[in-house]
T-cell receptor, first 115, second 117 residues
């Protein structure tokens, strides 16, 4: 059983550049979540997809952030005009809606450093 | 809005001691789910347990046990006979039914557990 994978694992970029991250969820999972985690804090919810529909976005998700899940499988998270405050670990999680609110399985994360 | 509080920022114990990690939650929903996750130094969050609001039975899994008390809005986690491999950051999290799962998990700030040999 393949878990959640994320690519790249690390990204270093200069302020003002655009970056894109990819998440491949567990294949039979229809729910996909993006979170952001800064040092010493718990993950904070960014956005949620059920199949290909983006159903919820946190107020943390500024206009510079956009996420897609075009075919209800993998998802991408793009950050435009990166700022130093965007430096964080970006986590993807997936779950199944077959029975209640099942546990979310997390990927290894993409660590973003904005110089 | 919901909130999860893990008041213990860091706990350090000697191997083989028992240790309890506290978790207090706030929500107005009557239907919700509570979780514990472990984040080892490698960084990947590992699911430990899920409990729904209608099931207050305590659970034991090997050296791990969980105590859910709705009266005090607490969901505490105890490790018995701790081992060095238990060293990690542990997160308590909550998701509510009213959001349909769409609002994601609300995490506490985590407790950094250090098990000294």
């Amino acid at each position: 059983d393949t878990g959640v994978s994320q690519d790249p694992r690390h990204k270093i970029t200069k302020r003002g550049q655009n970056v894109t991250f990819r998440c491949d969820p567990i294949s039979e999972h229809n729910r996909l979540y993006w979170y952001r985690q800064t040092l010493g804090q718990g993950p904070e919810f960014l956005t949620y997809f059920q199949n290909e529909a983006q159903l919820e976005k946190s107020r943390l998700l500024s206009d510079r952030f956009s996420a897609e899940r075009p075919k209800g499988s993998f998802s991408t998270l793009e950050i435009q005009r990166t700022e130093q405050g965007d430096s964080a670990m970006y986590l993807c999680a997936s779950s199944s809606s077959t029975s209640g609110y099942n546990e979310q399985f997390f990927g290894p994360g993409t660590r973003l450093t904005v110089l | 809005a919901q909130k999860v509080t893990q008041a213990q920022t860091e706990i350090s114990v000697v191997e083989k001691e028992d240790v309890t990690l506290d978790c207090v939650y706030e929500t107005r929903d009557t239907t919700y789910y509570l979780f514990w996750y472990k984040q080892p130094p490698s960084g990947e969050l590992v699911f430990l347990i899920r409990r729904n609001s209608f099931d207050e039975q305590n659970e034991i899994s090997g050296r791990y046990s969980w105590n859910f008390q709705k009266s005090t809005s607490s969901f505490n986690f105890t490790i018995t006979a701790s081992q060095v491999v238990d060293s990690a950051v542990y997160f308590c999290a909550l998701i509510t039914h009213s959001g349909g799962g769409a609002d994601g998990l609300t995490f506490g700030k985590g407790t950094h557990l250090i098990i000294q040999p």
